[in-house]
């Protein structure tokens, strides 16, 4: 196959999405639409592993964890199409531009199966512990941004996107203090009341050092050599799960 017989088959999964997963929402049968796309997904990722498993690695990180958002008020197919079919049907457009300018760098004209690449590591947020603060209520705080920046963490780990990392680190602890009653993280870090000493020894570290590697890269200008982040010097996942802990442990 192709590069552009490749680009044709998209569009056939494409038309599928839209015909097959699409109607259950638009019906107003939302779990059946949910077993649909998860259906749809895997035989999707299987696809994509056999021609172009770089691709599929990309579409499996960015759909593992999308945030879906729903009111009260909103149609299944609304709230479906603002989450994970946009990201999906738009993934799709960006591979079949691709494809049929032969822009697919690692494309198996064989269609040779190759297992998947185990990513850098496990996610940089537990899943489990995400799935703790959705499960939060919180008359005070609207949590729907810890939550995004969570899977963002995870999405650009898994993609090595380790400068991002660093970034969404110190997103994180600009955006929770107020959660445990402070002004900013540096008082969250000196001055939090309801910690133990390892608590504060964890915070410290986030301060003191996370916050250090995120503003060289943030703020640092262009020079004649760089070095550039690796899975090391952004591994702070032990601390900020305590600090996650922590927010969870408040607000049950």
């Given amino acids: 196959m192709t590069q552009r017989e490749f680009a044709k088959k998209l569009l056939d999964w494409q038309k599928e999405f839209r015909e097959d997963v699409t109607k259950h929402y638009a019906g107003e049968h939302r779990d059946r639409g949910d077993q649909a796309y998860q259906r749809w997904r895997e035989r999707f990722t299987l696809f994509l592993r056999r021609y172009a498993p770089r691709e599929a690695r990309r579409f499996q990180a960015t759909t593992d964890h999308l945030l879906i958002v729903?009111?009260?008020?909103?149609?299944?197919?609304?709230?479906?199409?603002?989450?994970?079919?946009?990201?999906?049907l738009g993934l799709i457009d960006a591979l079949v531009t691709d494809a049929q300018n032969r822009r697919i760098i690692d494309f198996r004209e064989d269609g040779r199966t190759v297992p998947p690449k185990r990513p850098v590591s496990d996610e940089y947020v537990d899943v489990s512990r995400i799935r703790e603060i959705k499960a939060l209520s919180s008359q005070d705080f609207d949590l729907s941004k810890l939550v995004r920046i969570c899977e963002e963490l995870n999405l650009c780990y898994s993609n090595e996107c380790f400068l991002?990392?660093?970034?969404?680190?110190?997103?994180?602890?600009?955006?929770?203090?107020?959660?445990?009653?402070?002004?900013?993280?540096?008082?969250?870090?000196?001055?939090?009341?309801?910690?133990?000493?390892?608590?504060?020894?964890?915070?410290?570290?986030?301060?003191?050092?996370?916050?250090?590697?995120?503003?060289?890269?943030?703020?640092?200008?262009?020079?004649?050599s760089e070095n550039l982040p690796n899975k090391t010097q952004i591994n702070f996942r032990n601390d900020l799960d305590v600090l996650l802990a922590e927010v969870v442990r408040i607000l049950k």
Avoid: W
């Fill in 164 to 224: 991002a990392v660093a970034m969404l680190v110190r997103s994180m602890l600009d955006h929770v203090p107020p959660i445990l009653g402070c002004p900013s993280f540096k008082e969250v870090a000196n001055n939090y009341s309801a910690g133990t000493k390892s608590f504060k020894d964890s915070m410290q570290h986030l301060e003191n050092s996370s916050r250090k590697i995120a503003d060289a890269h943030l703020h640092g200008q262009i020079r004649k």
């Fill in 70 to 88: 729903r009111t009260s008020r909103s149609r299944p197919l609304d709230e479906f199409m603002e989450g994970r079919g946009d990201i999906c």
